[in-house]
């Protein structure tokens, strides 16, 4: 292997002065996107990539859309007898969404008919509450923009949209489907400049009238990156606003009686105000509220009180803390002797649904589930019923989704993923150990039969209380049937504890999780399952800060390195696309201590001259506007800066995506790509043709 020779980079004196510390930043002028000298560097880095010594790539790209053709299914919405889901079959780019009634289903959205290109994508849909109506989000080109239409659901026709500036609003619907509850940013005219991502507003919408006649609900005055959640009861009576600043594991929670109060200006009853937790509400069919809560419970709890009475101090425990399972979702049915809850958990990030008594709350059973995996979404039927469904998945099972009868305390399954496809035989160990600091922590195994030590992907997130629960995933499998092992290590910062295993992991914290990943790495080393010069590292979004900082803290446990629209510029991160929302996970750089926690660990500012780097892969995408791709721009800058090694440097640049959905075939030519890097320079043999 010899030396990359890299494309030039002009390295700037530049230096701040922050809090009393320089801070140098030489690679600035490529947060500039739209310069000559910018777009002509990103030039050279696509023409070095497209030299890279990928031989696996073709071998990867067959075996992974093969096993994509399993295709999807999803959870049905319940509205009356119609079911709103949505289908992949294994020749489709995108879910097409479908209404089913009276034993026959028909096609309600196809993005791929919209747009035969395959860059819109379907973001979110909600039907009114009768299922004459259905609302729905999409975007283009990967800028999670979502555009939002109303259309009716018998005829297929348009009857409102696009309504823009809609981008994570949730939609509730009020009785009749005439209006709806959403959240808006506001006019780009209306706010400072470089804030138009933010100041969102709640407001009640009439289906036909111009959203410029929209009534103000809720957020004026508030902060500016507040997100906001509104839903309405299923009887029109009760509307609930929440508010969270940023992605704070907090909200603030309110409670509207629109029986006495005008939709237009409803009276809001605090619930919930400056408390450090986080809470739901449901207002049920038997009148009583329901409550989903962290507070005084961290792994979380079910409570129950009267809508009139919406306090914590009348809340009353129905379903108590787990010491051992995090609380997840519950439904609520009509049992044949008597209603029940079903309730969702994880243990160690494996899942199970429990029942009991709606009444008391009493556990009365268990739902069978198909293995040891993931469920999720349950589902009922909001008028009542004794039916619900939730989807299932493993390491080698497709998602499909089951149907659970309370009646008769059986689970069925009720639709499979619509394609059928040849899995790998392989196996999947949780196995525990010990952190730098003693703290214990799980991580997933996946494996075929056999010993010594392979090529291993090591694959983290640890953040944003975001578990690493088990799912079929192509590239995992694709990689194992190669003869390598993929491992899923559960880190702090993550939710598989529970919030505190959340907050174990964020602000001042944030090392830890960088210690549970090379501790990770060690295990895996000291167990035989491989060798530092076998051991690759993988991560996107926060989980591309994890391994920037990995690479940066610990180059010689590593021996290659893919990183995937990451956070590495942690000193300047707020200022580009959502990064204001995420300082209440890692804190702000203006103040003085949150500042010295982000300059331990900034993975910019910890590439050293003269260090032999693992090889690293940058993926980046130009569409999106969660995470600028100016930090990877600069990392690999000042990464081949740097390198002394051999190992290569590379940047994948993408156009036209961004950091969320696609289409299949843009991520199957990803997925490929990366694993073809990494068996490059983890030693696996890929069988199969070479690379043309």
């Known amino acids: 292997m010899t030396r990359q020779p890299y494309p030039p980079a002009r390295r700037d004196a530049i230096v701040d002065d922050i809090h009393g510390t320089s801070v140098p930043d030489p690679y600035r002028w490529l947060e500039d996107a739209d310069a000559p000298e910018t777009k002509e560097w990103l030039d050279a880095q696509e023409e070095l990539f497209r030299r890279a010594d990928l031989e696996g790539r073709r071998h990867f790209r067959s075996r992974i859309a093969e096993l994509l053709r399993s295709g999807s299914i999803g959870t049905p919405s319940w509205r009356g007898e119609r079911r709103f889901f949505t289908r992949r079959t294994p020749d489709q780019e995108h879910p097409v969404l479908y209404v089913g009634e009276a034993g026959e289903e028909r096609v309600l959205l196809d993005v791929t008919a919209l747009d035969s290109s395959g860059l819109t994508t379907l973001d979110a849909y909600q039907p009114d509450k009768e299922g004459n109506r259905l609302a729905y989000q999409i975007s283009v080109g990967g800028d999670e923009e979502s555009r939002l239409y109303v259309i009716d659901v018998a005829t297929g026709e348009i009857v409102e949209g696009p309504i823009d500036r809609c981008r994570y609003s949730p939609v509730a619907w009020r009785p009749g489907g005439e209006s709806f509850y959403y959240v808006r940013r506001l006019a780009p005219s209306a706010v400072p400049a470089g804030e138009e991502q933010y100041h969102r507003r709640v407001y009640l919408h009439r289906v036909g009238t111009s959203p410029d006649e929209d009534v103000l609900i809720f957020g004026e005055g508030l902060e500016k990156t507040n997100y906001y959640g509104v839903s309405v009861s299923l009887d029109g009576r009760w509307l609930s606003i929440s508010a969270s600043r940023g992605t704070a594991p907090r909200n603030d929670l309110w409670l509207a009686d629109l029986s006495v109060s005008e939709a237009t200006a409803p009276r809001l009853v605090t619930v919930q105000e400056n408390v450090d937790a986080q809470t739901a509400l449901h207002a049920g069919r038997d009148g009583r509220l329901y409550v989903f809560t962290d507070l005084d419970a961290p792994r979380g709890r079910i409570c129950v009180t009267s809508p009139t009475t919406p306090g914590r101090e009348h809340w009353r425990d129905l379903v108590p803390e787990d010491p051992e399972a995090v609380l997840s979702d519950f439904a609520v049915l009509d049992g044949a002797a008597e209603p029940v809850m079903l309730v969702g958990w994880t243990r160690h990030a494996i899942s199970e649904i429990t029942v009991h008594a709606l009444e ?10 198909p293995g040891l995996g993931s469920t999720g979404g349950i589902t009922e039927r909001p008028e009542g019923g004794h039916e619900a469904w939730f989807s299932y998945t493993d390491d080698i099972t497709p998602t499909a989704v089951y149907r659970f009868d309370a009646d008769t305390g059986a689970t069925t399954l009720w639709a499979a993923p619509p394609g059928a496809v040849e899995v790998p035989q392989a196996r999947t160990e949780q196995v525990v150990y010990r952190s730098k600091d003693g703290a214990e922590v799980h991580m997933l195994v996946i494996s075929r039969e056999g010993t010594g030590p392979r090529p291993t992907i ?20 694709a990689w194992v049937e190669a003869g390598g092992v993929y491992a899923v290590a559960q880190l702090r910062g993550g939710g598989e ?19 549970d990943l090379h501790a990770a790495a060690e295990h895996l080393i000291a167990t035989g399952v491989t060798t530092p010069d076998r051991l690759a590292i993988s991560g996107g979004s926060n989980g591309g800060l994890l391994v920037g900082a ?15 629209a990451p956070l590495l510029d942690m000193i300047r991160y707020e200022k580009f696309g959502l990064g204001a929302t995420w300082n209440v996970e ?16 900034s993975p910019y500012h910890h590439v050293r001259e003269g260090v032999t780097y693992p090889a690293t892969l940058f993926a980046v995408f130009a569409s999106d506007t969660r995470v600028h791709p ?31 959905a696609r289409a299949v075939s843009k991520s199957v030519e990803l997925a490929a790509d990366q694993l073809a890097f990494l068996a490059r320079h983890t030693g696996l043999t890929v069988t199969g043709q070479p690379e043309a």
């Open 458 to 477: 090591l694959y983290g997130y640890g953040g944003f209380g975001i578990s690493m629960t088990p799912g079929f995933s192509a590239t995992a499998l």
């Open 586 to 601: 890692y804190g702000s750089a203006d103040v003085p201590e949150e500042f010295g926690w982000l300059w331990g660990y």
């Open 550 to 564: 990995a690479l940066t803290q610990r180059p010689e446990l590593y021996a290659a390195v893919v990183c995937s």
């Open 360 to 369: 008391s709350g009493a556990r009365v059973g268990d739902v069978p589930l």
């Open 497 to 515: 504890q529970g919030e505190q295993w959340h907050r174990a992991g964020m602000l001042g914290n944030k090392q830890n999780v960088f210690d």
């Open 630 to 660: 100016l930090h990877a721009w600069k990392m690999a800058a000042a990464l081949q800066h740097a390198q002394a090694g051999d190992a290569p440097i590379l940047l994948r640049n993408e156009t036209e995506v961004g950091h969320g």
